[in-house]
């Protein structure tokens, strides 16, 4: 395997370094000597990553290091890839004048224009690195800047079936934390103090607050203790919480790691709800808050969640909110099930933390995954707000889709 990611990087490099010797080509030799120097540069240092990461077990890198390195080589060569398709056309019109040469003789075609401005290979050559240069600009912007930059959206929503005690009810909803990917504790004591300013009523965590293991969290333990409402801290489970993508030594270390998941939520003095439900009282009247665990339509995702059991003794509740962490749950089992769930909130996807994210218009390619990939949704007269995250994972940056604390105002009308 290594072997071959380095064939694939040194061919990618050799073809899109003609669209740099191309556009260089009326430069100072000074210039073209650095520009070359750097370009190669990165090519050596992207397949000495690889080669000394198969000798030296990657994961057993510093946490902070690796990520950064491996992702700003992925941005090198996201870029590039899109460099491609420009030499190809380039080079097909190369094929086919030369073919059309050969076939009709010498001097029939010419190789050059002495009019032309600017070579049709100069300007491929120079769209094609301009475009590559979108990618890799906005990428790394977001690395630096995106990833703590915490929005708070605010939703109000009107509902009938309200009980006036809830009139006004002040709901707040976090969600993905992914406190493995943190690079510290002061951008997650800055996300708390954030989300304590806003005064909840209620504070609502839908899930995945690690990656895979439960130490991850513990250095934020403190702070994340921080957090309190008057009607309580509750929390659901995400698919990453389980574990399931760690190479674990044993199942019982795997069990214990559940185990040790499950006392962390009583550590911060969240209540987790799994596949379970609470009344939340207010003035003499109630109402329902139920946690499923996860569940998705989505093959490689888990389905841990038990809606029915979840739901069980809420059919008489006036009105009920629901903590489901993958979106994808909500069509295909909470709109159309007979206990109502009123108010159901996801998170999950994070808007691929890549996209446009505007007010009136929402673009992310998490879209042609997930149907309900951020915001606001409604079916059958109940609704679905899906977190776009206050972490990240993988990539370690945002851009266009911001970190989310969601504030809902709960109105009766």
Known sequence: MPLILILIITIIDLYVFQAVRTVTSGSSDNVKRW????????????????AVSYVYKFSAWDKTFRTYLSVSIM????????????????????????????????????????DQTISRSVFLSSAALIIAAIPFSSLTYGLIRGPYRYKVRRQRLYFANLP???????????????????????????????????????????????????????PFIDTLKKLNAPLGVFSSTGNHDYGDYHDWESDEAKAKNWQD????HKQLGWELLRNE????????????????ENWSTVARFPKYGDLKKTLTGLENTPFNILMSHDPTHWKAEVVHYPVKADLTLAGHTHGMQFGVDFNWFKWSPVQYVYHEWAGLYKDNNRYLYVNRGLGFIGYPGRVGVMPEITVFELKKG
């Open 35 to 50: 520009i070359y120097f750097i370009f190669w540069l990165i090519t050596f240092i992207s397949i000495l990553t690889i």
């Open 75 to 114: 941005i090198v060569y996201i870029s590039k890839i899109l460099v491609l398709p420009f030499l190809l056309i380039d080079d097909i019109i190369r094929f086919g004048r030369w073919v059309v040469m050969k076939l009709s003789g010498p001097g029939t075609i010419p190789t050059d224009r002495g």
């Open 164 to 218: 006036k005690s809830f009139d006004g009810l002040r709901l707040l909803q976090i969600s993905d934390i992914h406190t493995g990917s943190f690079s510290g504790v002061p951008p997650m004591e800055h996300a708390v103090e954030m989300i304590m300013a806003e005064k909840a009523d209620l504070i609502l965590f839908t899930g995945d607050i690690v990656n895979s293991m439960t130490e991850e969290a513990y």
């Open 261 to 264: 998941l499950i006392q962390l």
């Open 277 to 292: 439900n609470r009344l939340i009282h207010k003035d003499g009247e109630s109402i329902g808050l139920g946690g499923s």
